[in-house]
């Protein structure tokens, strides 16, 4: 028997249970020398018992990373058991509906990577964010941690993460409300799927697949691809991901009216696991519960358990889940003429589905679903429909004139980037959540260089032109979840969450590249321009100062852009404390 088969062999054993507390796990493996064979061992261990069970997983991962620290593994961190401890941890985390938890340790785990061999650490670690995201809405940002995890795992040849990655990717396109290319994906991931021993991808995979077809009308096939999920997850012994699995199949027996059937398998499940109230497994069943009544027209019983679902989403935080309770209850009670409480909650679902998604975005589909509810009841209300006419033309109206002047509010006219204003605003927003949640941010300072002469030689209109030139570029290589702003004058600035001092030195240098290498037509001459860019980031320091400000950061990032300018010009600068040294430069 293999090393690891005699551990697992232990961790099924009554051995086992003494391992609830960390000093009696170190009893059963401080014999494996030297300490790093140790740490790899709890740390494939753990991943090996990631969905079977999580909560042991995260102990054997938590021994690692003390055992990895400086005092236990010769006066050094082993980093690469420690990287792999915080990846694992935060994948069994995002895996328990955890959020906070699984961030703050896959972004140390990243943030740690830096140096190190490609380890496929750097592929959970990604995964388990982008999970993240996908849960609160965000597709986009998910979307740029699971492109990178894929890559990651084809450089390592690592076919179960590769699959697991694309299938990821899959869940990110529907969350887009792209369902053709979530099954296009998949077509590719079924046929890869046979060479994957592991049933626990096996069931996720048939699952999400599952989703997909349901959402594409294709709910008998949809129904087989749950039914495999389910069986699986019994057959292997998970017991959450088989509720959420079983949650699939109600919607496919609802979708295709075997109400009875559904609900019969909802309640026998949630009998079950009376214990886990206030668990995501557990909103996602009432929230299935609550959808079958709907669709069964018992609005009264639909209401009950979507307000329940509603407020265990609300506890967790989990946004998706929000929305989608807002908005039917919304249709609920429109069903049983409550219009108050009908706007209430089409007011809760269309400000968190503005802020799951870009505000653009987040206007169309809030008029298109107004404009089909106003038409639905124009069909059931003859009588009154000459009113609900001369009303929706009002409310139109009204519309139109309040989002002309939202959009003046918030938006520069001329590069259509944010104004001033409007950037504080969030700029200071996100620099809240970052000192709350401890996560990196970095701001970007830039400044077109001699922008003045050429506003002299070409004219203002010309200037225009290359501040427009600016803010095209600036906004293709930034992302969506980045903040941008036209600061005054010739001056942009961005807040980039998420993002590390070394990330943002990069991105600065591919904008500073980029702009160097265009030419602006000016209605003249195609001219080139250069900027020079400062960089700061929220230090770990900054954390601790309750006085800090988004103030504070611009102020220094405008310092390393006057270095930067000070030093000849198209150039990054970061900044550095007065006392330091120079600070570091990224030459053109």
Same mark, same amino acid.
């Given at each position: 028997?293999?090393? @690891? ?6 961790? /099924? ?7 609830? +507390? ?29 969905? #079977? ?9 938590? *021994? ?15 980093? !690469? ?65 699971? @492109? ?26 529907? @969350?887009?409300? &792209? ?15 046979? !060479?994957? +021993?592991?049933?626990? %991808? ?10 997909? @077809? ?14 495999? $999920? ?20 109600? %919607? $496919? ?46 609005? /009264? ?7 329940? $679902? ?12 929000? =929305?989608?309770? /807002?908005?039917?209850? $919304? ?27 870009? %505000? ?19 069909? =059931?209300?003859? #009588? ?5 006419? +001369? ?17 003046? !509010? ?15 605003? *969030? ?65 942009? %600035?961005?807040?980039?969450? &998420?993002? *590390? ?40 320091? &900054? ?14 990032? &405008? ?30």
């Amino acid at each position: 028997m293999s090393f @690891l088969g005699l551990l697992i062999t232990v961790c /099924h054993s009554e051995g086992m249970e003494r391992l609830n +507390e960390t000093p009696e796990m170190e009893k059963e493996f401080e014999h494996i020398h030297p300490v790093s064979k140790r740490v790899d061992m709890l740390n494939e261990l753990a991943w090996q018992l990631r969905y #079977q069970d999580k909560q042991k997983a995260l102990r054997l991962s938590h *021994l690692a990373r003390q055992l990895s620290q400086p005092g236990e593994y010769q006066g050094q961190p082993y980093l !690469a058991g420690l990287v792999t401890a915080l990846a694992t941890s935060g994948f069994v985390y995002q895996a328990q509906f955890k959020l906070e938890e699984s961030l703050n340790d896959s972004i140390q785990a990243m943030t740690l990577m830096d140096g190190l061999p490609l380890l496929p650490a750097a592929c959970d670690a990604r995964c388990a964010i982008a999970w993240v995201k996908n849960y609160s809405g965000e597709a986009s940002t998910a979307l740029d941690y699971a @492109l990178p995890a894929l890559q990651i795992a084809r450089d390592l040849h690592d076919l179960e993460r590769e699959v697991y990655a694309m299938d990821l990717l899959a869940c990110c396109y529907a @969350l887009m409300n &792209d369902i053709p290319d979530a099954l296009e994906q998949h077509a590719v991931v079924l046929q890869m799927l046979p !060479a994957i +021993e592991s049933p626990v %991808i096996h069931m996720i995979i048939y699952n999400n697949h599952a989703v997909f @077809l349901n959402e594409s009308n294709k709910v008998e096939e949809g129904l087989e691809y749950s039914e495999r $999920s389910v069986n699986l997850a019994r057959q292997h012994g998970y017991a959450d991901e088989e509720i959420i699995f079983i949650s699939t199949m109600v %919607i $496919s027996l609802t979708l295709l009216k075997k109400y009875t059937q559904a609900e019969t398998l909802l309640r026998e499940t949630l009998n079950k696991i009376k214990h886990k109230t206030g668990t995501k497994p557990y909103s996602y069943l009432v929230q299935t519960l609550g959808i079958l009544f709907y669709k069964n027209q018992d609005y /009264h019983q639909a209401e009950g358990h979507l307000l329940q $679902s509603l407020e265990i989403a609300t506890i967790n935080n989990y946004k998706i889940d929000q =929305e989608s309770c /807002h908005s039917l209850l $919304s249709e609920i009670y429109e069903k049983l003429d409550q219009p108050a409480k009908a706007l209430m909650h089409f007011k809760q679902y269309f400000v968190l589905h503005t802020n799951n998604a870009n %505000i653009e975005n987040g206007r169309k589909i809030a008029l298109l679903k107004t404009e089909h509810q106003m038409e639905h009841t124009r069909r =059931e209300a003859d #009588q009154v429909r000459v009113k609900n006419l +001369e009303l929706e033309h009002e409310i139109e109206a009204g519309r139109h004139e309040t989002a002309m002047y939202e959009k003046l !509010a918030m938006i520069d006219p001329l590069t259509e980037l944010f104004n001033r204003r409007h950037f504080s605003i *969030l700029a200071n927003q996100e620099l809240e959540h970052s000192l709350a949640h401890r996560h990196p941010l970095s701001v970007l300072f830039l400044d077109i260089d001699h922008f003045k002469s050429i506003n002299d030689r070409y004219g203002h209109l010309s200037g225009d032109r290359v501040l427009i030139s600016m803010a095209s570029i600036m906004r293709n290589l930034l992302r969506d979840s980045d903040i941008i702003g036209r600061f005054g004058g010739e001056e942009f %600035i961005a807040i980039l969450p &998420d993002t *590390l001092l070394q990330q943002a030195r990069q991105i600065g240098e591919r904008i500073r590249k980029t702009i160097s290498q265009s030419k602006v037509d000016t209605g003249h001459e195609n001219i080139s321009i250069t900027v020079s860019i400062g960089i700061t980031e929220l230090l770990p320091s &900054d954390m601790l100062n309750p006085h800090m400000s988004m103030t504070d950061l611009v102020h220094k990032a &405008d310092q390393a852009l006057y270095i930067a300018k000070k030093n000849g010009r198209n150039r990054v600068e970061i900044y550095s404390t007065p006392t330091g040294d120079a600070g570091a430069t990224q030459h053109p």
